[in-house]
C-alpha cells in the first residue's frame, strides 16, 4: 500500500519513573550502539512484537543481538498473538531460538483459520 512507504517505525518505551519516550530507528541505534564495548551485547535474544518492525530489528542486529524476531509489514493481531504463543510455548520447553521461531512459523502455516497461513512468511 502506498502509506507504507512513508510509514514510519518507532519504539514506545518507558523509563524507570514512567515517563513514555518515543525512538525512531535512529534514536534507537544511537542508543543502542551507546552501550557495551563493540563485540559484546546483552541481547540473546530480541522479539519485536509489532507490525513493520524490521527496520527496528536492523538496530538490535547491529548492536550485536544474536536473534532478532520481528515482523515485515502488517500483521493480523490474531496470527502475531498465535505466533508469539507457540514461540514462547517453545521457548518455555527449552528449545532453541531458531527452533522456537522455525515451530511457530509452522503454527501459524498450519492454522484450522486460511486467513492467518499466509501470515507465516511476515514473521522474520
Given amino acids: 500500500p ?5 510509514h514510519r517505525v518507532s519504539l ?6 514512567g515517563c513514555k519516550h518515543v525512538l525512531n530507528a535512529g534514536d534507537l541505534a544511537d542508543l543502542l550502539g551507546a552501550g557495551p564495548r563493540p563485540g559484546t551485547s546483552p541481547y540473546e535474544a530480541v522479539v519485536l512484537h509489532a507490525c513493520h518492525s524490521e527496520q527496528l530489528a536492523r538496530c538490535f542486529i547491529a548492536a550485536g543481538a544474536r536473534f532478532v524476531v520481528a515482523c515485515a509489514g502488517a500483521v ?5 498473538r ?3 504463543r507457540a514461540f514462547l510455548l517453545a521457548m518455555v520447553a ?6 522456537a521461531f522455525a515451530s511457530a ?8 483459520q486460511p486467513g492467518l497461513r499466509a501470515e507465516a512468511e511476515r514473521f522474520c
Fill in 105 to 112: 512459523q509452522r503454527a501459524i502455516r498450519l492454522s484450522p
Fill in 2 to 6: 502506498a502509506w507504507a512507504s512513508s
Fill in 82 to 84: 498465535a505466533f508469539l
Fill in 94 to 99: 527449552d528449545v532453541d531460538v531458531p527452533a
Fill in 76 to 80: 493480523f493481531d490474531a496470527a502475531a
Fill in 12 to 17: 514506545l518505551v518507558e523509563d524507570i519513573s
